[in-house]
């Protein structure tokens, strides 16, 4: 079981395995979903910041409340999106600059 399947599971308070197929399709939507946001493909390591927002993605989603997590997490969002601008515009600036 991965690391972020364990976690989730802690996170919804779920002790048994007949949901883990679905768990981990919220988890790969959930990925896919940061990677269309931001343009960016994230490890989630469980100590990374953007894994806590990939969490509570899942949360809502598993608790029928997709729709309400941009709305709550909108300045998470943001700041996800602006350090991860700011990264490409230094990664720019590393390759013109030999």
């Known amino acids: ?6 976690e989730l599971k ?3 308070r779920i002790t048994w395995d007949d949901e883990d197929a679905e768990l981990n399709r919220i988890i ?3 990925k ?10 994230f490890s989630f390591e469980l100590e ?3 894994t806590e927002l990939l969490l509570e993605r899942c949360r809502y989603v598993y608790n029928n409340a997709a729709d309400e997590f941009e709305k709550n997490f909108a300045d998470e969002l943001k700041r996800l999106i602006l350090h991860v601008a700011l990264e490409m515009r230094d990664a720019d600036g590393e390759q ?3």
Do not use: D
Request: aromatic residues 10%; without cysteine.
């Open 28 to 30: 790969n939507r959930a």
């Open 32 to 41: 896919s979903y940061f990677k269309k946001l931001t343009s960016k493909a």
């Open 1 to 6: 079981m991965s690391e972020l399947l364990t």
């Open 96 to 98: 013109e600059n030999p």
């Open 10 to 12: 802690h996170r919804l």
């Open 48 to 50: 990374a910041w953007e």
